[in-house]
């Protein structure tokens, strides 16, 4: 019964356990040669997805992802995972730097239109940006309900129940499909891409869906100035003293 | 369980009666303790404690899927891929189709590889001898070499001569991890299936006895050994030549050596602090061992990348006119490739390894370094290596210590943050991370050995020899006494616990495939 498809964007970063060091020219960090992998809160909503899909509630998963060629291990990565079609929407290289949420939600939307998906799931938020906007954006742009920080997925029929994790608690929604849910920590835990799934996964990645999508141009609304390391604002850190109570 | 038992003593039975509630929850391996006195379980390996008597393992699948290859290589560091491009280079222009699969245990090629380095061209050339077209990252060629003995303040120059190993001219610095990164783009250019971040864990062998392949790493187990629920077991990858080219103590090669004797007539190999640096036999029934594994590293000319690729070439080409000769006949189902030993005895390597071979012996007399650089001066620069004499070394390194009462502590002055750093921050940059919840992959083949005879008589070295930290010696929470912490995370695969160790009691086994240090272009 299940005819809902769902898809899935994920995004291509530099690992967590990297120690990042800034450019001398401050313009960014160094990206060359260092390693990169998907980020984790991208894997949690591929799980997701493949979970809905084991349950038979999602029939087709789709995972998208913007940037340069590289993004193509990542989808790769999602392919293994479960998901059945990938799509790289390509950015060279010298202009992935600029691409921001918004145009990240804009590709998604027309991409979620014109796939005719009734589910878009996201990580809440990329570990290098920090953003925590792509998800709210795209449904913005789709003018589709969203559930963001979901800590539990529940499909019902035509509606999703969502929990989040919100400041004061958890909150239970009610959306109507289609919607976009962003996925917060404890959603699951993500299974591993084992190698029989990414040998199988290299003849799917080539045959489907990589062209790159012909979506919106890519205008950059803002533009990195610098980056660095914080200041050292040169204040001591008061001594914690050992008090029994 | 009950069969164990029988061999304890007295009181340690009278022990586990009293235990005997948690009897049915402890596996296996907590049957080794000898003594009446609580060893804390250390090690949670599945290597050590074994899962079929497992109850938390009941009823998981341990079934594997399998893929078969024509050639597996194991490691995919310069000799490794050196010996699958050359393998595909051959298919190409014989027009045979030969599948070639290499796993590598880092998250991407050239994460683990660490060298200077000063790279003699040589063997790289043999590989691509249009290198420069291609774009090969060798951008920086040797112009000066300056040798000198440091003292505290001073710098006594050396002269180099032209033909001492020293001399670097024709050679060139280069990012020995970016230059193998290269090399990984080029073999899956070429055709090599190369499948970074999954570790070879298991060497599986026929019912001959030959080597029938590697099974990659299980997934999903937890510290204690207990199964996640996304657990997975690995994948076979079945071959008709499994080349193991793991670098320094590989721990596959380890079984190896024990299993097929491939040592019984070599010296013990030394190293510098485990990562690199007498040459075992090389090949077995179904596999042979490349690169610095065996280890092929000149050691006064301080190189083994090029005689690292040239055994890995020479695999390459036996194992290719094996594979493709129409009248084949093994005795064995793995293919036993006699002639790569035979043709790196033939080749340059061995050669120059012959002429260099009493250089590094010869620091172990009364002089030190200073007999062996007269030692060096005298034969290798004008006799060439040519005498007679083989000389030994003083045995294994582990067997190397003396006990700590016999031996005065260094005082090691603070690190100054300038020209030297702490341990624990120097760690962090080599950006090496594991998987948490998994079992310690420093397996130890017995719990109560590290306080019992490291830390008795040798004051526990295993804190001062591993260079990220790994082992602490932290006081017992009640009571005096120490016991060891096994800090795995902050491990770097340098393998100086399994070399190094007195009692030879730490059995390094690869983790979870991806994790390690990250080393960009080292």
Known sequence: ?245 | MLLPLAKLSCPAYQCFHALKIKKDYLPLCATRWSSTSVVPRITTHYTVCPRDKDKRWEGVNMERFAEEADVVIVGAGPAGLSAAIRLKQLATKQEKDIRVCLVEKAAQIGAHTLSGACLDPRGFEELFPDWKEKGAPLNTPVTEDRFGILTEKYRIPVPILPGLPMNNHGNYIVRLGHLVSWMGEQAESLGVEVYPGYAAAEVLFHEDGSVKGVATNDVGIQKDGAPKTTFERGLELHAKVTIFAEGCHGHLAKQLYKKFDLRANCEPQTYGIGLKESIPKLTFPGGLLIGCSPGFMNVPKIKGTHTAMKSGILAAESIFNQLTSENLQSKTTGLHVTEYEDNLKKSWVWKELYTVRNIRPSCHGILGVYGGMIYTGIFYWIFRGMEPWTLKHKGSDSDQLKPAKDCTPIEYPKPDGQISFDLLSSVALSGTNHEHDQPAHLTLKDDSIPVNRNLSIYDGPEQRFCPAGVYEFVPLEQGDGFRLQINAQNCVHCKTCDIKDPSQNINWVVPEGGGGPAYNGM
């Open chain 1, 1 to 245: 019964m299940a005819e809902l498809r769902a898809l899935v964007a994920v995004k291509r970063v530099i690992d967590f356990a990297v120690k990042i060091r800034v450019k001398p020219d401050r313009t960014g960090v160094v990206t060359d040669g260092v390693k990169h992998s998907m980020n984790p809160f991208c894997e949690i909503a591929v799980e997701e997805a493949v979970r809905l899909k084991e349950k038979k509630l999602v029939k087709e998963i789709i995972a998208v992802s913007c940037g340069p060629a590289q993004c193509q291990e990542t989808i790769r990565t999602a392919l293994a995972m479960g998901a059945d079609r990938g799509i790289h929407v390509e950015v060279p290289a010298a202009e992935a730097d600029r691409l921001g949420p918004l145009q990240v939600a804009r590709v998604l939307a027309k991409l979620a239109e014109k796939e005719k998906v009734d589910l878009v799931l996201l990580g809440k938020q990329a570990i290098d940006d920090d953003c925590n906007q792509t998800g709210q954006m795209t449904a913005g742009f789709l003018d589709w309900p969203q559930g963001t920080f979901a800590s539990q997925v529940t499909l019902e029929g035509d509606k999703v129940k969502v929990e989040r994790e919100i400041d004061g608690g958890l909150e239970t929604l009610r959306l109507k499909l289609p919607a976009v849910v962003t996925a917060d920590l404890r959603l699951n835990e993500p299974r591993y891409a084992t190698l029989p799934n990414i040998m199988g996964a290299g003849p799917k990645a080539s045959a489907s869906g990589n062209g790159s999508a012909d979506v919106a141009p890519m205008e950059a609304g803002c533009r990195r100035l610098g980056q660095g390391r914080p200041v050292n604002r040169g204040l001591p850190c008061a001594e914690s003293q050992e008090e029994e109570d």
